[in-house]
C-alpha cells in the first residue's frame, strides 16, 4: 500500500511475530548493548523495538583473558568468551531493570550442553517479567571451547536442541545462526522443522588479527569473531539464502550502521534487524535506525515497513536458474 505523496501520514513501523507485537523492527543485538543502564543514560530505551540482551548461561562466566577486543581496518574482533553475570543475577537485577522499560525484551542464551540451555530457560521463564517476548538462542559463538558453534555448525543438535526448548516455552524461540558454514539453508530448515518461531543471522565469523613485530595474535584467544560493516554484505547474503530456504520470519544482523542498511536486509526478506557494533560508537544507534526507517517510508511513500520484507526485485529468469 502506498501513502499519500504530502507525507501527511506517518508510516506503520509495527512488526509481529507470534503473538508479539514491536513497535518497530529495531533490536539492539546480543552482547553489544549489555543489559541497557549504560546506554539508558543517553537514550530512551522505550523507543527501541526491543532489546536483545547479553547471553546468559547457568553460572556466571569471566569470560576470556585480555585481549579480547581489537579494532581492524575493517571491523571489531572480539574474542569476549560469553562473560555474564549468570541466571541468577540475570533474574535478580537485569530482567526488573529492563521491564521498566516499554519495550520488548528477548533474553539470549548460551550454554554448553542441552541441559544446560534448558535449565537456563525455564529458570528465566519461571521468573519472566511483563515484556519478555521470548528467547534467543545463541548456538553461533566462536569464542568458546565448549557449547556455541558445536551446536550451531550441526544441522541435527541444531534441531535437537530446537525441538527440546519448543516444548519449554510458549514465547518466542529465535534460534541464532552462525555464517560459519557452508550453507546456512539446512539450518533455517532444521529450526523451521523443530518448531522455532523465527531465526536470527548472523553471529560473528571466524576471524584473525597478527602483530608483525612480536609475530602474536593480537587477541589472546588467537582467534575471534568479526562484527561491524565488513561483515555487512556476507550478512545480506546470507539472509537471502535463508530467506530461499524456510518461511520463518529473519531477523537480520550484521553491520547494520544506517537506516539504508536496515531497508536492504527488510528488502532481503528479513522481518525485522538488530543493530550490534555501531552501538559502540553510537549508543542510540538503534534509535537512530528506527527514525531513519520511519522516514524512508515516508519519503518512499511506503505506508507500511512490512511492505517492504522480501520485496527484492530479481528476475523470473535467475530465480528460475536458481539465484
Ligand atoms: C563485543 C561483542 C560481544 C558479543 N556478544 C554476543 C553474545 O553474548 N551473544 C550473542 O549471541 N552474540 C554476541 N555478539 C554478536 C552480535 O550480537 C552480532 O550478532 C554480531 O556482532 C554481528 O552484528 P554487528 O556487525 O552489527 O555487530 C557479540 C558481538 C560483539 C561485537
Known amino acids: 500500500m502506498n501513502l499519500p505523496q504530502n507525507g501527511a501520514i506517518k508510516p506503520d513501523l509495527r512488526v509481529r511475530l507470534g503473538d508479539v507485537e514491536f513497535k518497530n523492527p529495531v533490536l539492539v543485538a546480543s552482547g553489544t548493548f549489555g543489559y541497557g543502564a549504560e546506554a539508558n543514560q543517553w537514550c530512551d530505551i522505550s523507543e527501541l523495538g526491543g532489546v536483545v540482551t547479553k547471553s546468559v548461561s547457568w553460572k556466571p562466566r569471566m569470560g576470556n583473558p585480555p585481549h579480547r577486543i581489537i579494532e581492524t581496518a575493517s571491523g571489531m574482533l572480539n574474542s569476549i568468551g560469553l562473560a555474564n553475570v549468570g ?3 540475570f533474574i535478580k537485577e537485569k530482567l526488573p531493570y529492563l521491564a521498566r522499560f516499554d519495550t520488548k525484551i528477548i533474553a539470549n542464551i548460551a550454554a554448553s550442553s542441552v541441559e544446560e540451555y534448558r535449565d537456563v530457560l525455564e529458570h528465566i521463564e519461571a521468573n519472566a517479567v511483563p515484556n519478555l517476548a521470548g528467547y534467543e538462542i545463541n548456538i553461533s559463538c566462536p569464542n568458546v571451547k565448549d557449547g556455541g558453534l558445536s551446536f550451531g555448525t550441526s544441522v541435527e543438535r541444531t534441531e535437537e536442541l530446537t525441538t527440546l ?81 524456510c518461511s520463518l520470519p529473519i531477523i537480520g544482523i550484521g553491520g547494520i550502521v544506517t537506516a539504508e542498511d536496515a531497508v536492504e536486509f527488510l528488502i532481503a526478506g528479513a522481518s525485522m534487524v538488530q543493530v550490534g557494533t555501531a552501538n559502540f560508537v553510537y549508543p542510540d544507534a538503534g534509535i537512530r535506525v528506527a527514525k531513519g526507517l520511519e522516514a524512508y517510508l515516508q519519503k518512499q511513500s511506503i505506508a507500511r515497513v512490512s511492505d517492504l520484507v522480501n520485496s527484492l526485485r530479481v528476475k523470473a529468469e535467475l530465480k528460475a536458474a536458481g539465484w
Do not use: H
Request: with cysteine; hydrophobic share 45%; glycine share 6%.
Open 165 to 245: 526448548l519448543r516444548a519449554s516455552t510458549k514465547r518466542l524461540l529465535i534460534m541464532k545462526l552462525t555464517p560459519n558454514v557452508t550453507s546456512v539453508a539446512p539450518f533455517a530448515q532444521a529450526c523451521e522443522r523443530a518448531g522455532a518461531d523465527a531465526i536470527s543471522l548472523i553471529n560473528t565469523l571466524v576471524g584473525m588479527s597478527i602483530d608483525i613485530y612480536t609475530r602474536e595474535p593480537r587477541l589472546n584467544t588467537v582467534t575471534g569473531g568479526l562484527s561491524g560493516p565488513a561483515i555487512k554484505p556476507i550478512a545480506l547474503a546470507q539472509v537471502y539464502q535463508a530467506r530461499k530456504a
Open 87 to 89: 541466571v541468577q543475577v
